[in-house]
């Protein structure tokens, strides 16, 4: 009876053992497994350029430091040959500074752009660069048209699902 005992106890350690170390060819070491539906994970890099344009008039007399600056995407970004950011999508950002304009020379308001969305929704980091924008004088009122170019970067190395 021992010896049967013994056999059995042997065979499922032994049947464990064997299940523990089979290895899946489908699936490497270290590799990450996309939710399902998903068809790929691209690594979108560190310090990628986003080319942005406000995306509303900011009037010289109602700006205030703090205030926020909502901006689209100007062009498509790519990261391994897929769009990760695409043309349109919203990037945020907020006033930093102004410098009040003079006699001979225009308003200027110091922008810093914080998050813009990628392709599966989440909002990605963008460097803090500090980009100065020239407000127009035009009739006695200073503003930041829509249209005008800001530029960021990818603050981290980001994974982002596209389907």
């Known amino acids: 009876m021992k010896h049967i ?3 059995i106890i042997f065979a499922i350690v032994a049947f464990s053992f064997a ?12 590799q990450e497994i996309a939710p399902l539906g998903c068809k790929n994970k691209v690594k979108l890099s560190a310090s990628t350029l986003v080319i942005l ?8 007399d109602r700006v205030t430091i ?13 990261a391994e040959g897929e769009v990760v950011i695409r043309t349109g999508s919203m990037a945020l950002g907020r006033i930093k500074g102004i410098e009040e304009s003079t006699t001979n020379g225009e308003m200027l308001i110091l922008v810093e752009m914080f998050y813009v969305q990628a392709v599966d929704g989440q909002q990605v980091a963008l460097n803090g660069n500090e980009q100065t924008v020239m ?5 006695e009122v200073t503003n930041v048209n829509p249209m005008l ?9 980001t994974i982002v699902i596209v389907d």
């Not at 344009?53 to 010289?60: A, D, I, L, S």
């Not at 703090?66 to 790519?78: A, D, K, P, W």
């Not at 530029?151 to 190395?157: F, S, V």
């Open 66 to 78: 703090g205030q926020n600056v909502h901006c689209r995407v100007r062009n498509n970004v790519y």
């Open 53 to 60: 344009e406000v995306n509303e008039t900011k009037f010289g």
């Open 149 to 157: 170019t800001i530029t960021a970067q990818i603050m981290d190395n």
């Open 19 to 30: 299940e523990a170390n089979n290895t899946n060819p489908s699936f490497n070491e270290g």
């Open 5 to 7: 005992i013994v056999t």
């Open 135 to 139: 407000a127009r004088n035009t009739n």
